[in-house]
């Protein structure tokens, strides 16, 4: 008589888990037949050091990554960051690696992956390669390419998210800073709407407000004209297309909450318990 045995869950998963560590190792293994990239080989501008998997995860969470998102990998090497953005989260992802030798390298991972229709890795130079259509954009460089890359990134879309891995960006201050694992920095920027400039917004139910800003980034300063009181704005910041504006009205602290599309602006005016909405244009 047959005994049927039954396998632990737990066991089972694990045995799972190790079968599909082999299979992704064996793919690996018939790419590097192409071409067996080592850690630390010298690249364009920085050498070749791949991210590991478990910041890749945290870098694509952080950046906040979903189906509906384009994500773009500068240097992106043996594409992992794309295939996973691809994977994991569902995205549409490119990589942007200079080293052409990667191409079929990475072209092989991401097959093997079975992603290709998700994700690619395309050979380019990222301070010439269009990657404006991002709505993520991550990178493992150094600090002075961060830098030279800082004048493409601010003019790219509104809320466009910026994940930087081990280094920052400047005096663009981050939105976000977390360390994984006690040793790694993760960098999380959002790229501002342009809002400097004189504002003046209208509303049904309290007097007009005229807004004079100063633009750093994502920090805000200038002046409000509330009900004939010309205050200092106190405190101000953007986060993508929403903008918040807090200043000392004529009846005490105002808050001014709401959106920017160009050279348009809807925001909520609170204080106290009194609330209004106003609209406004740039002059």
Known sequence: MKQTIKLPIVLIACCSALTAWAQTAAQRAECERIYSPTSGQEGKDVVWVPTPDHLVTAMLKMGGVTENDVVYDLGAGDGKIAIAAARDFGARAVGIEYNERFIPFA??????????????????????????????VTMYLLPELNVRLMPTLLKMNPGTRVVSH????????????????????????????????????????????????????QKLSGT???????????????????????????????????????DQIHVTWSSGESVANFT???Q
């Open 107 to 136: 072209d092989c991972l991401v097959k093997a992956a079975g992603v290709a229709g998700k994700a690619k890795v395309i050979h380019g130079d990222i301070f010439k390669t269009n990657f404006s259509e991002a709505t993520v």
């Open 166 to 217: 081990s280094f920052s960006m400047g005096d663009w201050n981050p939105e976000e800073r977390v360390i994984v694992h006690g040793a790694d920095y993760i960098y999380f920027w959002i790229v501002p709407a342009k809002v400097q400039g004189t504002w003046t917004l209208q509303s049904k139910e309290r007097e007009p407000i005229v807004m004079r800003l100063e633009q750093k980034y």
């Open 224 to 262: 409000v004209l509330d009900k004939e009181k010309l205050t200092t704005v106190e405190e101000g910041f953007l986060r993508g297309t929403e903008i918040t504006v807090r200043y000392n009205g004529p009846g005490g602290p105002v808050t001014l909450k709401g959106q920017v599309n160009q």
């Open 280 to 282: 406004g244009a740039r």
